[in-house]
């Protein structure tokens, strides 16, 4: 991954949501360089009753590249001169350095390609996250896509068949007719995707997700977060953690949430398994052209 030069600038950013309590939280995320985008999204925990709050998921990202909260307002030092900009929507937030291009739907052949095929998906609502291009991994032939998961043992809660759980999420998707194949590795240095646990959240939240695209919307890395517990304490059983894993898997895969419950794209994951509408946006996702949005 390329590295920012050493010229720093600075920008400062507000974000002011109504209702929203600013807790300090860093997560660890790679290092962006001018020209890759950091994604951030949340999955709410399994029928949690409260969302968590945008204002903290637009901090943690910015903290995760770089930034230092001050009051409402963020700083930004990086290497530039890049154009800096925030985009929110539901509990996901991008954070875009560099200019993204932004590729219209007026294309005719993927025009008609949503049109023959959006049926049965949740592709518009994707395409409606105000300044979120669609993003995807490049389609790699033989090639997989690594994960590596980190080891649990000794972790509060943490039973050896967790790592059994996440193993699945991934062999779903896999199953859907994406042009991806996973595989698991010991080397975390060399892993696409890396899985890590929490005991807990202190957010309604169960999973957290954060993915890294470059400019032309091609997918780089993530980094997925499951909890062991949900945020009021209570273990998480094994079909939870399992429900869990397969929406944050979705996330690191380039896809958003969707406002019916009936998927495990959802933002309160409440199945236990991908939905016909989940695999078939999966396919039509990794048909159209990253970068895509209305």
């Given at each position: 991954?390329?590295?920012?030069?050493?010229?720093?600038?600075?920008?400062?950013?507000?974000?002011?949501?109504?209702?929203?309590?600013?807790?300090?939280?860093?997560?660890?995320?790679?290092?962006?360089?001018?020209?890759?985008?950091?994604?951030?999204?949340?999955?709410?925990?399994?029928?949690?009753?409260?969302?968590?709050?945008?204002?903290?998921?637009?901090?943690?990202?910015?903290?995760?590249?770089?930034?230092?909260?001050?009051?409402?307002?963020?700083?930004?030092?990086?290497?530039?001169?890049?154009?800096?900009?925030?985009?929110?929507?539901?509990?996901?937030?991008?954070?875009?350095?560099?200019?993204?291009?932004?590729?219209?739907?007026?294309?005719?052949?993927?025009?008609?390609?949503?049109?023959?095929?959006?049926?049965?998906?949740?592709?518009?609502?994707?395409?409606?996250?105000?300044?979120?291009?669609l993003t995807r991994w490049p389609a790699r032939g033989?090639?997989?896509?690594?994960?590596?998961?980190?080891?649990?043992?000794?972790?509060?809660?943490?039973?050896?068949?967790?790592?059994?759980?996440?193993?699945?999420?991934?062999?779903?998707?896999?199953?859907?007719?994406?042009?991806?194949?996973?595989?698991?590795?010991?080397?975390?240095?060399?892993?696409?995707?890396?899985?890590?646990?929490?005991?807990?959240?202190?957010?309604?939240?169960?999973?957290?997700?954060?993915?890294?695209?470059?400019?032309?919307?091609?997918?780089?890395?993530?980094?997925?977060?499951?909890?062991?517990?949900?945020?009021?304490?209570?273990?998480?059983?094994?079909?939870?953690?399992?429900?869990?894993?397969?929406?944050?898997?979705?996330?690191?895969?380039?896809?958003?949430?969707?406002?019916?419950?009936?998927?495990?794209?959802?933002?309160?994951?409440?199945?236990?398994?991908?939905?016909?509408?989940?695999?078939?946006?999966?396919?039509?996702?990794?048909?159209?052209?990253?970068g895509l949005r209305r």
């Open positions: 991954m390329r590295r920012p030069s050493s010229t720093n600038f600075a920008l400062c950013v507000i974000a002011l949501v109504a209702g929203a309590t600013v807790l300090p939280t860093v997560l660890h995320a790679p290092a962006v360089s001018r020209d890759e985008t950091l994604r951030a999204s949340s999955a709410a925990a399994t029928m949690a009753d409260d969302p968590p709050t945008m204002m903290r998921t637009v901090l943690d990202g910015l903290r995760a590249i770089g930034a230092t909260a001050i009051g409402t307002g963020v700083a930004v030092s990086r290497g530039g001169p890049p154009t800096v900009s925030v985009s929110m929507a539901s509990d996901s937030a991008a954070i875009a350095i560099g200019t993204t291009p932004a590729f219209a739907v007026g294309d005719a052949a993927t025009a008609r390609l949503l049109e023959e095929e959006g049926p049965g998906t949740y592709i518009d609502e994707l395409l409606r996250v105000d300044g979120a291009p033989d090639v997989p896509v690594t994960y590596w998961i980190q080891p649990g043992a000794g972790l509060e809660g943490y039973v050896p068949d967790n790592r059994r759980r996440v193993d699945e999420a991934f062999a779903a998707w896999g199953r859907t007719g994406i042009p991806l194949h996973f595989s698991a590795i010991a080397d975390s240095a060399r892993a696409d995707i890396h899985v890590v646990w929490t005991p807990r959240f202190s957010e309604p939240i169960s999973g957290k997700t954060r993915w890294i695209h470059d400019r032309r919307g091609w997918i780089r890395g993530a980094r997925v977060t499951i909890a062991l517990h949900r945020y009021t304490g209570e273990p998480l059983s094994g079909e939870a953690l399992h429900a869990i894993a397969l929406h944050e898997v979705g996330h690191s895969l380039g896809l958003d949430h969707t406002s019916d419950a009936a998927n495990v794209m959802a933002p309160r994951v409440r199945v236990r398994d991908l939905s016909d509408a989940d695999r078939a946006t999966a396919r039509l996702l990794y048909r159209l052209p990253p």
